[in-house]
């Protein structure tokens, strides 16, 4: 089953003072309650909404009687507002696809949106406010909206209260515009009635260019003849701007052509320049960092001798020490002796003199420190031996002191440690002075580069001057070519290079080297120089025979130019809006032929269903919808041509035809009863009439079935078979469509899947209550 309608949303519209909401499931909802309730309201508010404009068509006088508007226990409220919500689900085979304009459209309705809200607004000023999906926008907007989804206002969508019989009341071309609604034929209605008077626009526009140009026709022929004597002044004219052209458009020519040389040659000199500057800067970095890192290993150097001066004051203290420690080890050994065996004092004081001495040398070169004191050993060893007596050599030997031994061990090995770092120290003590030697090669190496890069830099800036100095001496000259230019009355920027790229003298190529290009040059202005002479006679005698000719009255002249380009202007006007009035009666060819097929075929099948349940309601009989005979009215005589029409204009008119406005067939309903003759749908009684509607609507809905119909109480007249026989053709067609019905009758409630009851509050408002029958109870 469609559930295209979901929900309707009223406030403060009519009796509907409060915010209600009416939710439309799929099949037949019923809407009932007692007579004054409001119940007719919510058809109202739908029609409303489907872009009603008459307040009349919607049971008041004006839009104010739209808004609540008040009783004795409820103040009146200021805007009345109301909302359809609509599904939108893709067309049968366009789901997954992209919407696209140019290929129609791909949801029911005429827009991408899943879901559509419709809303409006009126406040107690009568202006209307139409909203589509919370957006603004015209009401001519919802009503081509709606068309396109087979709905409106004025069609079957909404039959109303006591209008069952509407389609007979109706004229036959009401009629045809119902089925047109039903059949989605609207929406061709609207592009052709648009197309139609854009047509009359177009027309009205020509007739207004025809008559112009035939007033400013005589008036140019007039400036014409004024303007005749001027003509071979007109060839002087034009002769001199061309010889002007040339003259002035070369020698700017050729300028403009040197000058780009000699800028192109500036700007790669510029180039040129950043190169060499970087140079310079990056060997005048490299000299500063050179510089900047010299003063350091000085400082080392000089910390380092520091150090190493330090440590050697200490190795000298401990070599000290080790001399006392040494003394007291012999002086303890020569107690321990023998008595009669010792040293003389003088001899003693030799070997420590001796000893001190090889051991000082020994400081200054660490490398023989070792032998140094082997040799001081053995003449220590060697003094002693000399003092034991013959036959004692085999004595026990004198024990030394254990402390004096430890004390003696721990100075050695600290003085053993003090030169081992000595000798490190002289080690990064010759590498630094070797680096020093190394700082003054590179920083030679690095002046060399900082003033290699100054000279190019210099070399660079007495070119640039050379350039520069070029550069401006093709500036003045092209200065005083232009100041000429100017005398004469034109202005440079008139002499394009393209305009004059063929001259006799033209300037060489521009791919020619800059030695070639200086002579090329110097070359071509000895060649120019002769044409130019030439030139400047001629153009300084048609100079002369133009003044002597007199001056043009400009005033005519302009006035001439101007008034041809307005002919010409209205002449392009005139062709257009003939084109213009061509495709829009192509267009509604087209669209006429297009409605009178579908609107045929339609035709044939809708008076099939029509036979079928007129003779269900009836129980026998015929009925059929037929044709009016078409008429054809000619518009108004005031398009007729006028006496000065040219030959060309009227062989166009003919072509295209006066306009006519077709007057398309209306639709005749022709009944016959069983057992009843009658001879017009007048003589019917008031339940026949409703008979026949009701037959009518359901053969259009059987044909093209709406989204969903409204329907207002238009089974009253019925009585109880042809009320159960309407409720049965309403659950047949719900399949298809969706039903909102206002109702009183048994058999249509029975039908209903919601039943909504309106009332009245005791404060004047309608109230609504809703129940949803469950299918089985139904059945």
Not at 91 to 103: C, V
Not at 324 to 340: D, G, I, Q, T, W
Not at 463 to 470: D, H, I, N, R, V
Not at 751 to 765: K, N, P, S
Request: overall charge negative.
């Amino acid at each position: 089953m469609p559930h295209l309608l979901k929900r309707l949303e009223l406030n403060g519209f009519k009796s509907f003072a409060n915010k209600t909401v009416l939710e439309f499931p799929t099949g037949i909802t019923a809407i009932v309650g007692p007579n004054g309730s409001g119940k007719s309201n919510v058809i109202d508010a739908i029609r409303w909404l489907l872009g009603e404009r008459d307040a009349k068509n919607l049971r008041g006088g004006k839009g104010e009687d739209l808004i609540f508007a008040g009783t004795p226990k409820r103040p009146r409220v200021g805007l009345a507002q109301a909302s359809l919500h609509f599904d939108n689900p893709p067309l049968e085979g366009t789901r997954g696809k992209p919407f696209d304009e140019a290929q129609g459209k791909q949801h029911f309705f005429p827009v991408e949106f899943g879901e559509v809200t419709v809303s409006r607004e009126i406040g107690r000023g009568g202006e209307s406010t139409y909203f589509l999906n919370r957006s603004e926008v015209r009401l001519k907007d919802i009503i081509d909206f709606f068309a396109a989804a087979r709905l409106g206002s004025r069609g079957i969508t909404v039959v109303t209260q006591g209008n069952s019989d509407m389609v007979l009341r109706a004229s036959p071309e009401e009629r045809r515009e119902m089925i047109e609604e039903v059949l989605g034929l609207k929406e061709y209605q609207i592009k052709k009635h648009e197309a139609e008077r854009r047509l009359r626009s177009s027309q009205i526009n020509l007739d207004k260019v025809k008559a112009l140009m035939e007033e400013i026709a005589p008036h140019l022929r007039s400036l014409k003849r004024q303007t005749s004597r001027w003509e071979r002044r007109d060839e002087y004219a034009k002769e001199l701007r061309e010889i002007e052209d040339r003259f002035f458009g070369t020698q700017l020519s050729g300028l403009g052509r040197d000058l780009a040389r000699v800028e192109g040659e500036l700007r790669a000199h510029e180039g040129r320049r950043q190169d060499i500057a970087a140079r310079k800067d990056k060997a005048e970095q490299a000299l500063v960092a050179l510089e900047s890192a010299e003063p350091k290993e000085r400082e080392e150097l000089k910390a380092l001798q520091a150090s190493i001066k330090e440590i050697e004051d200490k190795r000298n203290e401990l070599s000290r020490e080790l001399a006392r420690l040494e003394a007291r080890m012999e002086m303890h050994a020569a107690s321990a002796k023998v008595p009669e065996v010792g040293l003389a004092a003088a001899e003693l004081t030799v070997l420590v003199k001796n000893a001190r001495q090889a051991l000082q040398e020994a400081l200054q070169d660490p490398s023989s420190l070792e032998g140094a004191v082997k040799r001081v050993l053995a003449d220590i060893d060697a003094a002693f031996s000399k003092t034991i007596p013959p036959g004692r050599a085999g004595a026990k030997p004198v024990v030394q002191d254990p402390a004096l031994s430890a004390e003696f061990e721990k100075v050695s090995k600290s003085l053993h440690e003090l030169e081992n770092r000595i000798m490190e120290l002289r080690d990064r003590e010759r590498s630094l002075e070797k680096s020093q030697e190394s700082f003054y090669r590179a920083f030679k190496e690095e002046m060399a580069s900082v003033q290699s890069a100054r000279d190019a830099l210099d070399e660079w800036s007495r070119t640039e001057q050379a350039k520069t100095l070029e550069h401006e001496r093709l500036l003045m000259r092209k200065e005083e070519v232009e100041h000429r230019v100017r005398e004469a009355g034109r202005r440079p920027e008139e002499f394009a290079e393209e305009r004059i790229g063929n001259s006799a003298f033209a300037s060489p190529s521009r791919n020619a080297s800059d030695e070639r290009g200086k002579a090329s040059a110097d070359t071509r202005e000895s060649r120019i120089e002769g044409d130019a002479a030439d030139m400047e006679r001629r153009m300084f005698r048609l100079r002369g025979e133009l003044a002597a000719m007199g001056e043009v009255d400009e005033t005519v002249v302009n006035e001439a130019r101007t008034t041809e380009e307005r002919y010409q202007f209205l002449e392009r006007e005139s062709g257009d809006l003939v084109a213009a009035e061509a495709d829009l009666r192509r267009l509604i060819r087209e669209l006429n032929e297009k409605i009178h097929v579908q609107f045929s075929a339609a035709l044939v099948k809708i008076n099939g269903e029509f036979q079928k349940f007129f003779e269900l309601m009836f129980g026998g009989g015929t009925g059929k919808l037929v044709l009016e005979k078409p008429e054809v009215k000619k518009k108004k005589e005031d398009m007729e041509e006028d006496e000065g029409q040219t030959a060309a204009s009227a062989a166009a008119e003919e072509d295209l035809g006066e306009p006519k406005e077709e007057k398309e067939p209306g639709i005749e309903i022709k009944v016959s009863l069983p057992r009843k003759r009658i001879g017009s749908l007048d003589m019917l009684s008031g339940g026949e009439r409703s008979l026949v509607g009701i037959a009518t609507l359901f053969a259009l809905i059987s044909v093209s079935p709406p989204p969903f119909l409204v329907l207002d109480e238009i089974d009253a007249p019925l009585d109880e078979r042809n009320a159960r026989r309407f409720a049965e053709m309403l659950k047949e067609f719900s399949k298809e469509t969706q039903f909102i019905i206002v109702t009183h009758n048994r058999a249509t409630m029975e039908a209903a899947d919601v039943l909504y009851g309106v009332t009245l509050g005791e404060d004047g408002t309608s109230k609504v209550l809703s129940m949803k029958f469950a299918e089985e109870a139904k059945v």
